[in-house]
DNA sequence: GAGGTACGCTAAAACGATTTAGTTTGTATC
DNA sequence: GATACAAACTAAATCGTTTTAGCGTACCTC
């Protein structure tokens, strides 16, 4: 059994394909089609199973209704709880999502780009890689609208971003733990040059320096951005090495490290928090349930996804428009201090 | 700037169309183009940036290189790491992935089929609502490929699908409960008609009935798909109850159900494995990193990826021919149980 | 009875590719 | 000098839609 298409409908009903065109598409009484003519082909529609075809009316409108999503890795919790939540805003407006992850590779994060450009999505969410300005430059120069998540380029404003104030929340997490008495405070980070983390360490910093406290690189952890499980495991145990002595607490700057540090800290037995405070940049089921509950910077998920759904609309809005939108919009949302047992 | 089209290219290097054409899809040679007018071309693409447009390929072709992956909630670890395996063996095959979520929903669910039917998809893998099967038959009757995931149709054996043995998994589990001394073993399960549920059920009941345990109604917590998490939250901690007395073990038969339970043995602060042993299907990392360490059933979730996609694909490649390929083959992966701290 | 307009619909171009069936030119064959 | 054939391309149809322009008829107006 073949597909049928907008002439096979024409046929049986032996109209043309034109007005079966206005039918489908609500035109019908702007075009003046009879009551019988609509409803005839309403019905052979119905009966036939016509489903039109997504390819061609995009080829001929230039919209596909579709925005491509992109981000490091769907199988991490944050990443997939912020699909989901694009995937239902999106709903909304009637756009379709497709995802796909980078895993922080540049290259890849090119090539998925280009296959979604290929594939004429009306507009794009991008969790970018380090060195993706010019690619996401290309895109906007199409008026293809762009809008950045978790991630920004500081030196290209003019791409709107949606993101947490990374800076401050990290300000707010050290302060609390300098506050709760603790002072040999490890911190444990991706190495990249993004600037989201550059701010939540320069967060970190700048409340040492405020509080007096000299910034010791042996309490600093910098796990390289391409290193295995086990050596980042490694990494962290290693640190872990002063716990009770060199250092009393330590912060987690991602979800990610956050868990590997827990599985570290377990294995090593270390009692949470007599021998060592523990704190964490964003949530996770894990540190919810963990024993004891583990403290987290709460990053607000669902304002992110429906924040950059709500730019993307607007300005795909306005991309009919001669030069799109005028002028980039960041937002920064704010984090929560979700104070548990950890600390 | 706008995009640029297989006839700008054209008209810029000075040749037809078609030579561009037959130059992008390296038939260049088998059509006879000169060397001279191969390399022209080539530069004159690279120079402006061209990238084929997939809906025109796809109209004409009939062929999108995309395959439908639909799941029932992206956010769940399972289906997430699923969704990221999928992606990754689709891209050795060259296709792409588009996945979206059902919530279990049987309207959203045929909404979904209808939307990456509209788009042309080459071939699905679908994680199905109970009545879908129907709707399937009509993929399958457009000559389109369908492998089922997770979930099957007894009653449908012409339908693929890759699953695990349920069965023999619940039992396995329920029968290393019994051998470590736990007689009254309580279990919490998912209301649904899916037969993959009955089958992990029918593995509890068997190995009770072969150990001569009377099947106790009070035992067991069917827990409604619809009630959000708090009412299932309650439900578990209601079975919670019996913990000490009426219950000595229990068995979660999905992750989520497993993770609720987690939270309910926390807030009642009962004793792993001393004063209720836990058992739960499907792996998870909470389960690994929890105090003590959770026992699972784990399945193969990358082994389940990689074995749709190699008889979706199988299918993909024979999909030209009259009648797709000849029977359905369904496949049942094993399950492996592991033993940790909580029993 | 010429001109206007409302009605109800259709023809045909266009979107950007692929692909089949040529066309033109040059050279070799007998 | 006619025929054949290869080389190096090109013209045009096609996929399934949307959308603009237009066509024929009927009725109304002056």
């Known amino acids: 059994m073949k597909k049928v298409s907008i002439s096979d409908i024409a046929r049986k009903a032996g109209v043309s394909v034109s007005t079966v065109s206005f ?33 061609a009316r995009g080829l001929r409108t230039g ?19 912020l699909a989901k939540t694009i995937e239902d805003e999106a709903k909304k407006y009637d756009y379709k ?59 290209a404003p003019t791409i709107p971003a949606v993101l947490v104030d990374n800076f401050e929340g990290v300000a707010k997490g050290t302060e609390y733990l300098i506050e709760k008495g603790y002072d040999k405070i490890a911190l444990v980070t991706i190495e990249t040059d993004m600037a989201h983390m550059k701010d939540r360490l320069s967060g970190y910093f700048e409340v040492l320096r405020r509080h007096d406290i000299p910034i010791d690189e042996r309490r600093m952890k910098i796990v390289p951005y391409s290193s295995d499980r086990e050596t980042a495991l490694g990494m962290i145990a290693e640190l872990l090495e002063g716990a009770g002595s060199e250092i009393d607490a330590v912060f987690f700057l991602t979800n990610y490290l956050g868990v590997l540090g827990i599985e570290a800290i377990k294995k090593k037995r270390l009692k949470i928090p007599d021998q060592l405070a523990v704190l964490c940049f964003d949530d996770n089921d894990i540190f919810r349930l963990y024993t004891p509950t583990i403290s987290v910077i709460r990053q607000p998920i669902e304002s992110i996804g429906q924040q950059a759904m709500c730019v993307l609309i607007e300005r795909l809005k306005h991309s009919g428009g001669a030069e799109g939108y005028p002028i980039a919009d960041t937002l920064h949302l704010r984090t929560e201090l979700i104070a548990r047992e950890s600390i």
Chains 1, 2 share one sequence.
């Open 23 to 55: 039918v489908m598409n609500d035109k019908a009484v702007k075009m003046r089609i009879s009551r019988e003519v609509i409803e005839k082909v309403e019905n052979v529609a119905r009966e036939m199973g016509y489903r039109p075809n997504q390819l």
């Open 63 to 81: 919209k596909t209704k579709t925005i491509g999503l992109i981000v490091e890795n769907i199988s991490n919790a944050f990443f997939a709880t």
């Open 97 to 155: 999502v497709v995802y796909c992850s980078t895993d922080n590779d540049e290259v890849k994060a090119r090539e998925l780009i280009n296959m979604l450009s290929q594939r004429q999505v009306d507009g794009y969410i991008i969790t970018p890689t380090p060195l993706l300005a010019d690619e996401i430059k290309k895109l906007q120069a199409e008026n293809k609208p762009v809008v950045l998540i978790d991630r920004y380029f500081p030196e």
